[in-house]
């Protein structure tokens, strides 16, 4: 049995030799220690035991109560279900334009076939934790300095999708990968800091400009509508203008037409002749005698003083243009006897002697 026993842990040393010969990862958690088989044994919630019957795979413990034969079977690997966070550490990567960022991330995993968890890998954690440093690595390569920054939510379902196609004959599986933080070198973080200042000058001088232009539209318009509604107003100024024009003559001009009939009417009655002959001499005589009033320059007749003759003029110049009238009033009327002291020659006979 001794003999047996020392054979048994020959291997367990010698893994535990490489294990110390390489770099030392971060702390596993994979395995919450090895229990010892008494026989009867009771498997802890999300918990999977690896059980070897004389150093070959036997079987996998379940959550519960579980028996064992001592001895023969040996509990081997103590594998977690629950989900690992693994902290990746920080590491340096170049992006597509040369430049160097120092970037580190965090690591979500779940065990998913304890099987292949435990014989399909040496160390599951540190190859995952490698893994993923090289994907992320690979995936900055592709990414310019600005892509990175815009494209991180991108950049971790990448890289998860790498380390699943790798992980898959691991019995892992990565849900997802978060970087944490991105170090950028001291100059370049000095160019981006004066290429934010310069976009954000940039930006505010072009909504200055938008302003300014926006500003000069409106004012533009304004004058535009301020004409518009000047010219409209002064159309319609005109128009009111002219129709008040046009309705003034209209009524003038019936008013005239009026005075004409009236003054037609009244010149048909008996002794019309005579009352026009006395209101031409009246306006005759009132205009002579403000020609004097009106200007310095008075251009006087030759017999000034014969207002006889003067009337006897204008009542010439009423006799001919009434004389057609005359003549087809005496037409249509029958002869009367003629009266030699008409009432013309009376007052043409009452001015001469007011004027004697």
Aim: hydrophobic share 40%; net charge neutral; with cysteine.
């Amino acid at each position: 049995q001794l003999v047996s026993a020392l054979l048994h842990l020959l291997p367990q040393h010698s893994q535990q030799l490489k294990r110390a010969a390489r770099p030392a990862p971060a702390p596993c958690r994979w395995n919450s220690g090895l229990p010892v088989n008494i026989g009867v044994l009771f498997v802890p919630q999300q918990e999977a035991w690896v059980v070897e019957r004389m150093g070959k795979f036997h079987r996998i413990l379940e959550p519960g109560l579980n028996f064992l034969i001592p001895l023969l079977d040996r509990i081997r690997y103590v594998q977690s279900l629950k989900e690992i966070v693994i902290n990746v550490p920080e590491q340096s990567a170049v992006t597509l334009d040369n430049v160097t960022l120092q970037i580190d991330g965090v690591l979500y995993l779940r065990v998913m076939d304890p099987y292949k968890a435990s014989y399909g890998v040496e160390d599951p954690e540190y190859a995952v934790t490698q893994l993923a440093q090289t994907t992320m690595r690979s995936e900055l390569g592709k990414l310019s300095l600005d892509r990175v920054f815009r494209e991180r939510e991108s950049l971790n379902a990448s890289i998860v999708d790498a380390i699943n196609q790798a992980s898959d004959c691991w019995g892992i599986r990565c849900l997802r990968y978060e970087i944490k933080d991105i170090h950028v070198p001291p100059r370049v973080k000095e160019s981006m800091q004066m290429q934010v200042e310069a976009e954000r000058r940039k930006r505010a001088t072009v909504l200055e400009s938008e302003g300014t232009r926006e500003s000069a539209i409106n004012v533009a318009e304004g004058q535009k509508q301020a004409q518009i509604l000047a010219s409209e107003a002064e159309k319609a100024e005109q128009i009111n203008k002219a129709a008040g024009e046009a309705n003034a003559m209209l009524v003038k001009a019936r008013a005239k037409a009026e005075a004409i009939q009236l003054l037609a009417a009244a010149l048909a009655q008996q002794h019309g002749n005579a009352a026009a002959s006395l209101s031409v001499a009246e306006q005759y005589v009132n205009a002579f005698s403000k020609i004097a009033k009106d200007s310095n320059t008075v251009l006087l007749p030759a017999n000034t003083g014969d207002v006889t003759n003067m009337v006897a003029q204008a009542l010439g110049i009423y006799t001919t243009l009434t004389k057609p009238q005359a003549v087809k009033t005496q037409d249509e009327m029958p002869p009367a006897h003629e009266d030699s002291h008409s009432p013309a020659t009376e007052v043409l006979k009452a001015e001469q002697g007011s004027s004697s």
